[in-house]
C-alpha cells in the first residue's frame, strides 16, 4: 500500500504540478505512435502530461485515481457543475494525492463508487469504464442501437454499458486501434488510448484521430472473404479469359479478397526481372504453364479486381522452398541447409510426390537478399494490397545444421555447436528469433516503399507452425510485423469448431484482438471436395466467435470441383455473402 500511495504522488506532481518545462510534447517515445497528434495537442493545452526524461510512455496502464485526475483537467465545465452530493469513501484517505480530483469527478457524475463505499483508487481502468464515465459525466445519450456490425466483440460489453457504449461510438470517441470493429472492452485502457478518447471528447482536438481506428456505426459490418488461387491442381491463372471470368464470378457472388500464388514451383508466375536475372526465365516455364507467357497475370488479376472493389494480395507460396531439381536450387546449392546427419531432402509429399523439395536456409544474406528483391518488385511495380507469406517462410525444426548455420551460433554462443536434438528450446528459440529478425527486415522495405501495403500472413496453427516450422506467429504479430493472420484451421465437424474458440485457444484470442484475424478455411482438394452445408456451419462458426472473416483454399472447390451441381453450389455461396461488404483491414485502401 505505502509503495502504491508514492507512485499515485509521483504520478499527481507529473499529471498537475510538474513545471511547464515538462509540459512540452517532444516526447521521445510517441514518434511512431498512432495517437501522437491527439498526445501533443492535449499536453500543449496541459491536460495530460509526460515524464521528467521527455517520455510519455503511451502503453502504461491508467488508474481511476489518474483518470480522475485528467477528466478534471479536460472538463472544467462539467467539473465545475456537479450535480450530486460529495460522499466520503472509505478507501480515500484525507491526504491521498487525488482525493480532489476524485471527489470532483464523482460529483460530476463521471465516476461512481462501489457498493462497499470505496473507490478503489489504484484499480486500473478497463476501457470499457473510461467511456462509460466519459459518457456519463458528458451527459451522452445515444441514438442508435450498436450491433455486431459495429464491434465483432460487442457481446463482450457488460449491459450496464450499452447504451454508453453506443453514446460514444456514435460520438467517435470509441477509438480502437489498431482494428475499429473490435472494442476490447475488458482492456485495461493505456495512456495513449486514455488520450484519443479524451482527444476525440473534446471540440478543439476532435479529428486528430485517423478514420480508421473509428468505429463507423452508419456502415455495414466488414469482413474477410478471401480465396486462395494456385497452380496446383488449377489452370484459372494460366488462361486470360477464364482469370477474368473467375474474377468475375468471385465478385458477384461477393467475395472480397484474392490471393494469387506469384511463387511455385521454383518460378515466378509473374514477369520478374529478378527471376530472369537469377535463372534466365522471368515466368513459369514448364509446358503446364504455357499460359503465362507472352502476359502478366498479376496485372490481369489486379486490374480486373480492383475494378469490383476486389483486394488482390500476392501469396509467395513456396517461400524458402523450392523443388530439388528446379534451376534456383541447382544454381545456389549453397543456399541449401540440411539436417544433422546432413540430408538435405524435405518431405516428397510437400510438393506432388514425385519432386522432392530441398529448403533455402533463411538466416543466410543471399537467401533473404532473393526474398526481398521478388517482395519489392511485387510492390514497387504493382498496384498490391499487400503480400502475403505462410509457413515457407519460416524453416523446418530439422533444418539448421548446414555450415553457416552452425558457425552463426557458435559466433554468439561462446563457440559452443548448436544442440544435436533439433528440438533443443534454446536452438529452436534461436532460429525463431532470427526468422523475426528477418521478418523485422521485410516489413520495414516494404513499408518504406509503400506503407500502405500490408503484411499478411498464413501460418498453421500454433503450437504446430512453431513446434514444426519455428513460425511463432503469435509473437510476430504481437511485435508489429504481421498486420493480418489467416491460421490454416482445416478440420471438420466439431474438432473446427473447438479449434477457433478463442477462450480456449490463447493465441487466437489475443490475434483476434489484436489485428485483423481470418481463419482458412478448407472447401476440399480436387480428390476430396467438402459438401457446401459443412463449410456453411464452419462459415457460422467463425463468424459466432468474432472472427475477421475467412479465406477458402482453394478457388477450385468453391465450384468447379464439388459435390453438388455447379448452380447448388454457387446459390450455396450466395446465402452466406448476401451482401457486398468491404474487407476488415488496418490499412484501408
Known sequence: MRRAWIFGLLTVLILTIVPPAFSQSKFTDIQNHWARSC???LTQKSIIRGFPNNQFRPDDPVTRSQFAAMVVNAFPDQINSPTRNLVQFKDIAANYWAKDAIEK?????????????TFRPELQIPRVQALTALANGLKLKPTIELSNKVFADLQDVPNYAKSAIAA??????????????????????????????????????????????????????REIRGVWLTNIDSDVLFDKARLSNAVSELARLNFNTLYPTVLNWGYTLYPSQVMKQEIGFAVDPRPVAAGLQNRDMLKEMIAEAHQKDMAVIPWFEFGFMAPKESE????HRDWWTQKRDGSVDYEPSALDGKQIPIWFNPLKPEVQQYILNLVSEVVENYDVDG???????????SFGYDDYTV???????????????AQDAEWMRWRSNKLQAFLTQLFQTVKAKKNNVLISLSPLDLPYAYETFLVDWHKWEQAGLVEEVIPQIYFQGQKFVDRINPNTWETLRAARDHIPTAIGVLSGLSSTPRPIDELQRQVKAVRDQGYDGMSFFFYETLWNKSPEPTEIRKAGWQSLFKQKVQRTSVINR
Open 105 to 117: 469527478a464523482y460529483r460530476s457524475n463521471f465516476f461512481s463508487g462501489f457498493d462497499d463505499g
Open 387 to 397: 503480400i502475403q507469406f505462410d509457413d515457407h517462410f519460416g524453416l523446418p525444426v
Open 407 to 421: 558457425n552463426l551460433y557458435k559466433q554468439e554462443h561462446s563457440g559452443k555447436a548448436p544442440p544435436d536434438n
Open 328 to 331: 534456383i536450387a541447382q544454381k
Open 168 to 221: 460514444t461510438t456514435e460520438r467517435q470517441i470509441s477509438v480502437s486501434f489498431p482494428n475499429a470493429q473490435r472494442l476490447n472492452p475488458n482492456r485495461v485502457a493505456s495512456r495513449g488510448e486514455i488520450a484519443a478518447f479524451l482527444c476525440q471528447a473534446l471540440p478543439d482536438t476532435k479529428g486528430l484521430i485517423s478514420d480508421r481506428y473509428l468505429p463507423k456505426p452508419e456502415l455495414q459490418a
Open 39 to 41: 498526445i501533443e495537442s
